[in-house]
């Protein structure tokens, strides 16, 4: 018994693997990199960035993945909510960050913004090619 998707959980389910792929990507870019020129120090900072971006950047296509099928309040509620718990989240993990000295910052910052641009990116190219039909027939 197989459930066809709906064309807008296509597009959510498009839009989270692609983003899936961009930050492991971003992550194995960036950790390599952050090696390269601070050490192991430079490659966990870059770790811990790219993990953050992948909370920034799929915390809400995840949430919209989960909900599509379900009432529409619930389906923004938790897209909402899913909105402002990663934006907090980041906040207070940029405060934790600046008080761990051994965290290389540059290797930190570059890393969670790539990611975070990365999954921004993919979402507005993503939505922007979506098909989804105005009307069910």
Do not use: H
Request: hydrophobic content about 60%.
């Amino acid at each position: 018994m197989s459930v066809e998707m709906s064309p807008q959980e296509k597009v959510f389910r498009r839009g989270f693997v692609w983003s899936c792929y961009a930050i492991a990507a971003v992550a194995v870019i960036g950790c390599g990199i952050a090696y390269l020129a601070a050490g192991m120090a430079g490659f966990w900072s870059a770790l811990a960035g790219a993990g953050l971006a992948a909370v920034f950047g799929l915390g809400t296509q995840l949430a919209a993945l989960l909900t599509v099928r379900r009432d529409p309040l619930i389906f923004v509620g938790a897209t909402a909510a899913s909105s402002m718990a990663k934006i907090l989240l980041v906040i207070v993990a940029a405060m934790v960050a600046q008080n761990i000295d051994a965290l290389v910052r540059p290797a930190f910052g570059a890393t969670l913004l790539a990611g975070s641009l990365a999954a921004i990116i993919i979402d507005i190219v993503v939505f922007q090619r979506g098909r989804i039909p105005y009307v069910q027939p």
